[in-house]
């Protein structure tokens, strides 16, 4: 793989990762990425429970590889009252805490943000949940699949007639972990100013409400209910996928090509169409998209996805071929942006992991390493953050308040 990006925006901040399985995770992978010394503080015995999420290769978890890579890990017993000092300490010496408990937990723990920024003012916490900290809701747990029911995505993904659907990603998740890492850059910034820090209170439920485009603006300015509609827009029509000769492509009418609805009639041997008073305008072809579909399906079957890429390329009209992972995999224009690199593990030798699509022209993002294992650099960053002895750091690991690897599990 290329050098590894030693200078990225971030290279100044320490964040102390709390986070487990996937939105915590992807926030502060971000930041990672944009050169932030992340440590993930990790419970023992056995750390983040994503360590067991398939695939696995002899014990090591591929998921965990993913969005964990590039991080150091430090294994504290916060239960105990030398680990919980032990934490605070740290905190002391940080810019930001991020944790996706349940909203109560840490504060159970004595370890929320009203305790940590008595510690550290200019502390930025980060706090991610289901439902946010406020609300009546606050309190129930909720995975990526729960507030993406409950935010109304399901409703409007998949085909009208199936049954709701799951997008093929954790949206839930990820929206959240990349609006945390948005909060937490702007919070960073306006600490330049005031010198204090202050909350982020990030909700999943919210940022599914929020992803949504314009889908609570049409229910409430038309009173109709958005539903699912399979693969095309409610209002640009054709704006979808379309089965070809070989495959599958996709199909995006654009408002800024001249006469592009006529282009795309005669390109399909259809020239009928041009003038139909049913498909004269977007609107119109929306209203007749159940007479209109079926006649554009019949023509698109009549070539191979690339002949007809080629063939609607010419005239400026959007178009692509429909990938599967393998085929997106292969493409040159990702190999050329270098969003597939091969990042080296100790178990699973060098596989290609998705990069950051950060492009900065001096400090650039990107990964920096491995996955840690747990515990891997709980001597390493106590020594060098806190400045504690070979002594010390002996005592503390006998008595399992600080913990330098996980023990032995069987995966069943």
Known sequence: MPPLPTNGPLQDIRVLDLTWVLSGPFCTLTLCDLGADVIKVERPPYGDVSRTTGPLIEGESGYF??????????????????GKALFLRLVREADVVVENFTPGKMDALGLGYAALSEVNPRLIYAAISGYGQTGPMRQKPALDVIVQGAGGVMSVTGYPDGDPARPGLSLGDVAAGLYCAIGV???????ERSGVGQMV??????????IQENAYMRYHLT??????????????????????????MVLALAW???NQWALLCSELDVPELIDDERFHSSAARSRNHAELEPLLRAAFLRRTTSEWVSALEQYGIPCGPLNTIAEAAAMEQVAERGMLPEVPHKTFGPVRLSNSPLKLSRTPAGIRGSSPDMGEHSREVLGEVLGLDAGALDDLVARQVVWEERPEVELG
């Open 201 to 210: 209170d990030i909700s999943m439920l919210d940022c599914q409400i929020a």
């Open 185 to 191: 850059l702007a919070a960073l910034q306006e600490r």
């Open 65 to 82: 590889f993913s969005v964990n890579r590039g991080k150091r890990s430090v294994a504290l017993d916060l239960t105990s009252e030398d």
């Open 256 to 258: 800024s090509v001249p």
């Open 223 to 248: 009173k109709e209910e958005p539903v699912r509609l399979g693969t095309r827009h409610p209002s640009a029509v054709p704006f979808q996928a379309f089965p070809t000769a070989d495959g599958w």
